[in-house]
């Protein structure tokens, strides 16, 4: 099952790639829970340089202050794994990148740092294209933390692809 997952995401990576060049659009990640796995998943397509700009790590409170500008009171108030905090980190990855869209995940893997209110598989994902309106999603995942983080990359890769359908 993984290694079909595998070649969805691979196939999905390279639809993505195709829709980025034809549009002139260039990505930038800001990844927290998949710790790079989506900016892995889009390198390993051939051609990737033309079209992938940069991706960004960004798991404590304290990177994602300082490498994306996610503000102290949002991580306060709401959490790393929120709303807020993932439209402050796919705004802060275009505002320290030269791409044009962005993808942003944070949420809880496991198999530990779940809570009532935000159970393990909680993971919310942004997208944004340079001079839009960001949006945001919460998905609810089950598995193990290797499950959590795949259905990551791959919703990650699918708000990617529909951010770029025509219009």
């Known amino acids: 099952m993984s290694s079909l997952t595998d070649a969805e995401l691979h196939r999905l990576a390279e639809t993505l790639g195709e829709r980025f060049r034809h549009q002139r659009l260039t990505l930038v990640t800001a990844e927290s829970c998949t710790g790079g796995w989506i900016a892995k998943t889009v390198t390993d397509i051939a051609g990737s340089s033309d079209w992938f700009d940069s991706g960004m790590v960004a798991y404590s409170y304290e990177a994602k202050q300082a490498m994306l500008g996610v503000r102290p009171e949002t991580l306060e108030h709401h959490g790393a794994v929120s709303r807020e905090t993932v439209i402050e980190m796919v705004s ?6 030269g791409a044009s869209a962005a993808v942003a995940v944070t949420g809880i893997a496991g198999p530990g740092g779940g809570s009532p209110d935000k159970p393990v598989g909680t993971v919310w ?3 944004k294209r340079r001079g839009g309106y960001a949006k945001a999603q919460m998905f609810r995942f089950d598995g193990d933390r290797e499950s959590v983080r795949r259905q990551t990359v791959l919703a990650a890769l ?6 770029t359908e025509p219009a």
């Open 125 to 127: 994902i942004g997208w």
């Open 92 to 97: 802060g990855a275009l505002v320290h990148s």
């Open 158 to 163: 699918q708000g990617l692809k529909a951010l």
